[in-house]
C-alpha cells in the first residue's frame, strides 16, 4: 500500500492506492463503491487480468484515504485524476463499482465499465418520502439531533464532512454524462441488484452510445462470485478497442 498527498482546492488529502502488475504497460484504475474500500475490489480482481497494470485506489474518505472537506463526485474525479498525474497512469480502462462509476464516467476513459453504477435517479419509495419530511419537521422543532434515526444506512455514522459529501452526491442525476459520454463502454450487472436496479443498467446502456451490457446472476456485489468471467469480458471489450487479439 502506498499514500499520496493531494492538494486539492487548499486542502490536503492522503490518498491510499495499492498498484499490482506494476511492470504492465496497460493501465486499470479500479473504484470502489460508496461505503467500500480499494481492498474489496482488490480480492476480487488481482489475480486476474494479469496483462494489465491495476490501480486500486481508496477514495477521499473510505478505506485508508482521509478527507477534510465535503466534496461533489466531480471533485472526486479531479482528486483521483491529480493522483493519476502523480503516479503518471493514463485512462485505458477504469472500473467503477456504484458511486466509483459516477466518477469513473467523468473521467472519460478510453474503455469505461460500469458495474452496477449509480447515476440514475430511482424513486423514492413511500417509507422514505415520509422519513425525509418527518426529519425536516422535527429540525424546525429543533430536533435535528435525532438524525440517525432517520439516514439512509449509506450515510450511517459517517462524520459532518462525509455526511454532507453524501447529500452532495446521492441524488445526482447523470443522464446527461451518460449521454455524452463518447467512448466505449461495458456495462456489467447483477440481476438481482436492489441498489441499482437493473432498469438503471438498461437506461444506461440506452444512452452512452458505444455501450454493451452483460448480466449476471448475483445482487449489487456480484462480481465476487464471477470474478474471472468479468474479467474475461473486461479484457475483450479492451482489445475490441485496439483491434488486437491478446494484451500482454
Known sequence: ???????????????????????????????????????LMQRSFHLQLEGFRHIYIDLPGFGNSTCNVALTTEDYARIVELLMIHINASKDVIVGHSF???VAVLLKPKLLVLMASAGIVVPKTFKVKFKIALFKFLKTIGLAGMRSKFVASDAQNLSEVMYQTFKNVVDEDFTEEFKNFESKALLLWGKDDTATPLSSAKKIDSLIKDSSLEVYDGDHYFFMQHEKDVSKKIEECFLETLNIDKVG
Open 1 to 39: 500500500m502506498a499514500i499520496k498527498s493531494i492538494v486539492y482546492n487548499n486542502h490536503t488529502l492522503d490518498v491510499s492506492y495499492e498498484i499490482v502488475n506494476p511492470e504492465e504497460k496497460v493501465d486499470m484504475i479500479v473504484l470502489h463503491g460508496w461505503g467500500s474500500s480499494k481492498s
Open 100 to 102: 466509483g462509476g459516477k
